[in-house]
């Protein structure tokens, strides 16, 4: 009966000390775990490749030719002559004469 | 009945019309990639073969050396001549190049290409290593010539590029202009400014203008007998390479116009 009576004292001791520790360990898990997960988010933010931002100046105080649509042409078609000035490939080599081995002889050295 | 003859002739004429519009600049150079991978293949097998004959000098290592002998110079006129026709091609879909220029430059590759089919059925009947080892030294002396025509169709490619983009950006310019002409009229906005800019962004396109004038130079000077080709072609190159430089800062400085004029004074 005595036996008994020690096995529940010690059993519910033993299952609050060890459900306590538990529920504890776990809210640490959560709330490490969560941080971790927003340090994993903001790593990747800082990993993601840099894509410069497209410049785009404004203008603060704007001219009566700001929104003129031929400026606006002209400068569209300055912006895409750039581009393609910065595209062009001014070595072509891969048009280069080719390489060949012209020395066809046969005369044995002596 | 009649008009079955006319069918078929329609039909071919459509399919020729088809292949000639698909064969591009692209599958040109695919085409000579192609035999020029062919042609090395040709080489080595040559080489061996060779190796072969001067070692045991038989009638059959001397048969085998004539037959890879006149397979690797079949391959190295092919090589040639579909090199030529991919630079032809490019030159074609290059704008930028004069009428006159481009007209003469395909009169030269057409002699080439010609020269080379010639040479390719002297090929087929020559009778032994001898012969062919002559043709061989015929297409050797032969390809100074052609080199020195391939490096400068190249640099009227490069140059081509250069006179597109120039032209492009004068016409801005004279746009810009009539624009600044309305400006002053109403007079609204300064343009003094942007007028002294536009006449320092047109010095920069004289100065690619010259730069380029200057390369052209350097390849017109080629000679079949030069030694290094390829090092005049590189100077020209870095000459088309300057020319393209101060395209690009002329380029900003419009740019940088075009802002100033959307700015109010």
């Given at each position: 009966m005595i036996k008994i009576k020690i096995g529940k004292k010690f059993l519910i001791l033993f299952s609050s000390i060890f459900g306590g520790t538990l529920i504890a360990l776990l809210?640490?898990?959560i709330i490490f775990g969560f941080r971790q997960t927003q340090v994993d988010l903001l790593?990747?933010?800082?990993?993601k490749p840099v894509t410069p931002p497209e410049v785009t100046q404004e203008i603060?105080?704007?001219?009566?030719?700001?929104?003129?649509?031929?400026?606006l042409k002209i400068e569209e078609e300055i912006k895409e002559i750039d581009k393609k000035?910065?595209?062009?490939?001014?070595?072509?080599?891969?048009l280069n004469p080719p390489l060949l081995e012209?020395?066809?002889e046969f005369k044995i050295e002596e | 009945m009649k008009k079955l003859p006319v069918f078929i002739l329609f039909l071919l004429l459509s399919v020729s019309f088809t292949y000639a519009q698909e064969f591009n600049f692209q599958k040109a150079h695919e085409d000579y990639l192609f035999n020029f991978n062919k042609y090395r293949q040709s080489y080595s097998e040559y080489l061996t073969a060779r190796e072969a004959y001067l070692s045991y000098n038989t009638l059959t290592s001397?048969?085998?050396?004539?037959?890879?002998?006149?397979?690797?110079?079949?391959?190295e006129n092919e090589v040639i001549r579909t090199y030529l026709t991919a630079l032809r091609l490019k030159l074609a879909e290059t704008t930028g190049i004069s009428n006159y220029e481009e007209n003469v430059i395909y009169l030269k590759l057409d002699k080439e290409v010609s020269w080379y089919l010639n040479q390719r059925d002297k090929l087929m009947v020559a009778i032994n290593l001898e012969d062919l080892v002559a043709l061989s030294k015929e297409s050797k002396e032969n390809y100074q010539a052609t080199d020195v025509l391939s490096y400068q169709a190249l640099g009227s490619v490069l140059a081509g590029k250069e006179i597109n983009f120039r032209n492009r950006l004068n016409e801005q310019i004279i746009l810009i202009k009539e624009k600044l002409g309305e400006i002053r009229q109403k007079g609204d906005k300064q343009t003094v400014k942007v007028e002294r800019w536009l006449l320092e962004t047109e010095n920069l396109l004289i100065k690619s203008q010259e730069k380029e004038f200057e390369a052209q130079q350097k390849l017109a000077q080629l000679k079949t007998n030069d030694?290094?080709?390829n090092k005049t072609y590189n100077e020209a190159q870095y000459l088309f390479e300057q020319s393209h430089q101060y395209l690009k800062e002329a380029t900003n400085q419009?740019?940088?116009?075009?802002?100033?004029i959307k700015t109010n004074d």
């Open positions: 809210a640490i898990a790593k990747k933010e800082i990993e603060s105080n704007p001219s009566p030719y700001a929104h003129d649509p031929i400026i000035l910065q595209e062009t490939d001014l070595k072509e080599a891969s012209m020395d066809i | 001397k048969n085998n050396a004539q037959e890879k002998t006149l397979k690797l110079l079949q391959d030694r290094y080709k419009l740019q940088e116009i075009i802002r100033e």
